[in-house]
C-alpha cells in the first residue's frame, strides 16, 4: 500500500521518477506499478489462507509477474551504492526512493514465494537449514566469476595511476572521470586505487560468506531450545 500511495502522488504530481540516464518513469507506468504493487499485496495476504486450486494459481501469477518487475526496477541500485560510500551525492532523491521502494518489493515478494511454495509442499515456511559449505563445483563456479573482476579492476588501477590501457589514456580517463569525483574518489585515486575496486573487493567478500559456514553464523542467533535436543523450535540446534 505504501508502494501504491507513492506511485500514485508522484504520477498525479507529475513528479520526475529517473528510469535510465537521459528517461523518466511516465505516469502510466507508475500507476501500472501502483496496480501491481496492490494485486501483489492481496496476493500475500491470500497466500496466509487455505485456497481451493483455483486460488492457489492465482496468488502464484500474480508472485511470479511481480517480483521481476520489481527487480528490473532495482537496477539503479549499484550505482547508488557507489555514490553514496564515496560521497559523491545523489543525483535525484525520487530515483533512489523508487529504486529503494524496489528493491524493498523484490526481496520482500521473494521471500513470500519461498515460504508460499514451502507451505504448499507442506514444509515449515520457517525451516533454517544448517549451515554448510558450499559444494565443491559451486564453490569452483563462484571462483572463476570472481577471476572476471580482476581484468577491470586491474584496466581501473593502471588509468589512475596515469598509465594507458585498452586504447585509452590514463591522463584522459582522469581527466573525465575523477576531475569531479568528491574528496574520498579522489584521496582514493591518488594512491593509485579506483573507489570501484574495494566496492567490487566488499562484494566478493560478502559473495564469500555465502560459499562457507562462517559466513551463515554471523551474526550468531540464538534462541531457547528445550535441554532434550529436540530440534522443534530451532532447526539450527546442535546439542552441546
Sequence with gaps: MLYAAVEVTWAVTGTTVPWKEH?????????????????AGGACLAGTRTLARLGRVAVATALIVAVPVFVV?????????????????????????QVLLNTAGAAFLLLVGLSYRRRLRGDCPLAHPAASRAPRRT???????MCGLLPWAGTKTIWTLG?????????????TSIAGASGPS??????????T??????????LLGLLYVWGQVFPTERCSCPDDGSRACCPWFQPG
Excluded: C, H
Design 23 to 39: 528517461s523518466a518513469y511516465a505516469p502510466g507506468v507508475q500507476l501500472f506499478l501502483a496496480a501491481l504493487a496492490l494485486l
Design 73 to 97: 526496477g532495482m537496477n539503479g541500485l549499484p550505482i547508488y551504492f557507489v555514490t553514496i560510500v564515496t560521497l559523491s551525492g545523489i543525483e535525484s532523491a525520487t530515483g533512489l526512493t
Design 139 to 145: 564453490r569452483i563456479a563462484v571462483y572463476l566469476l
Design 163 to 175: 598509465g594507458d590501457a585498452l586504447g585509452v589514456a590514463g591522463d584522459d580517463w582522469q581527466r
Design 186 to 195: 579522489k584521496a582514493t585515486a591518488s594512491a593509485g586505487i579506483d573507489v
Design 197 to 206: 575496486v574495494p566496492a567490487a573487493m566488499v562484494g566478493i567478500f560478502l
